[in-house]
């Protein structure tokens, strides 16, 4: 299976930056990788997605604050948060998606979560 490890979370103030990193450990292409986030009594939500060719995508709420981006082994990806806001805490989790086109089935992978707290 795929094995996802975040790191980075933390506390850090309003208008703050963080950094997250999530490594995998997996011998398969990973066709995308990306951040969810999820704060108490709220749904999980995508934050940024980017697909193996680049492609990204970036929720309205975090445009302009937020940066996704791969490692160049193409299995890691970080998000770079800049401008952190308080409604912006929540356990974050990396996530990793493997299409398998001759089964036309997708397989999501997700890491244990990491924790970022953003005080006003």
């Known amino acids: 299976q795929v094995q996802l490890v975040e790191s980075g979370g933390g506390l850090v103030q309003a208008g703050g930056s963080l950094r997250l990193s999530c490594a995998a450990s997996?011998?398969?292409?990973?066709?995308?990788m990306g951040w969810y986030r999820q704060a108490p009594g709220k749904q999980r939500e995508l934050v940024a997605s980017i697909s193996s060719g680049g492609t990204t995508n970036v929720a309205d709420s975090v445009k302009g604050r937020f940066t996704v981006s791969r490692g160049n082994a193409k299995n890691t990806v970080y998000l770079q948060m800049n401008s952190l806001e308080p409604e912006d805490a929540a356990v974050y989790y990396c996530h990793a998606k493997i299409v398998s086109r001759t089964l036309s089935e997708a397989y999501d992978y997700w890491g244990q979560g990491t924790q970022v707290t953003v005080s006003s």
């Open positions: 997996t011998i398969f292409s990973l066709d995308a």
